[in-house]
């Protein structure tokens, strides 16, 4: 699986737009990128994933580069409860179905 | 509807007991997964079940853990002769996935275990 790299930390204010980065410079032509979050003592949450083409649904959007070696989760008005770490992971479409998550992006949204 | 369940949420051992973890997925859903998440870290896979079948255990730290869903629904975590380093939050998920595809894995809350 490829590999990705995240900021550790960012902060962001209650009503702007959050947005976190994602380096995949290693991922394959079959690989999607997905994005799931970590609510303190929950179990992660899907948000959103992708191809190659850009997409949005009623959580975030998710930006990728044309190149496909990095994205952009978006937040478009964070509130305080999207204070959460997030979670970038490459995946295949099909085989293998386990998630491999790195460390993350621990999301502080300040009021 | 109802999503994943997790019991016990929390769980406290000591050392060398044998400790049993269970998840009940969401009606219907033919895959299975277990993680570990130490403090400060991702989860880490340990094991996925396709229906009854174990299909990938790579992720199994050692013999001490096992792993059943005998009738393709509820799952049991079994951890034998307990060490400090078990000590973790055990995640369980579930997704309609059958082979291939996507479909969203929808994780319970986890059980907390703590070996002393």
């Known amino acids: 699986d490829a590999k990705t790299t995240q900021p550790p930390s960012m902060d962001c204010a209650e009503g702007r737009a959050a947005n976190l980065p994602c380096n995949h410079s290693?991922?394959?032509?079959?690989?999607?990128v997905y994005w799931y979050r970590q609510i303190h003592s929950q179990g992660p949450q899907y948000i959103i994933h992708g191809l190659k083409n850009n997409e949005t649904n009623e959580m975030a959007s998710l930006i990728i580069t044309e190149d496909r070696k990095s994205s952009t989760l978006i937040l478009p008005h964070a509130t305080l409860r999207d204070t959460a770490v997030y979670y970038c992971i490459v995946r295949p479409s099909q085989g293998a179905q386990k998630l491999v998550f790195g460390q993350g992006t621990r999301l502080t949204i300040n009021p | 509807g109802a999503g994943v369940s997790q019991s016990p949420r929390y769980k406290v051992a000591k050392r060398g007991q044998d400790v049993a973890l269970r998840c009940d997925p969401i009606?219907?859903?033919?895959?299975l997964f277990w993680y570990q998440q130490a403090l400060g870290q991702g989860p880490e896979f340990l094991t996925y079940?396709?229906?009854?079948?174990?299909?990938?255990k790579s992720g199994l730290p050692s013999d001490r853990f096992f792993a059943e869903r005998p009738e393709g629904s509820v799952s049991t975590l079994k951890i034998q002769r307990t060490q400090q380093e078990d000590s973790a939050v055990y995640l369980c998920a579930s997704s309609r996935s059958e082979t291939g595809g996507f479909y969203e894995q929808y994780f319970g809350p986890g059980t907390r275990l703590t070996v002393t």
């Open positions: 009606s219907g859903h033919v895959s």
């Open positions: 290693t991922i394959s032509g079959n690989e999607y």
């Open positions: 079940f396709q229906n009854e079948a174990q299909l990938d």
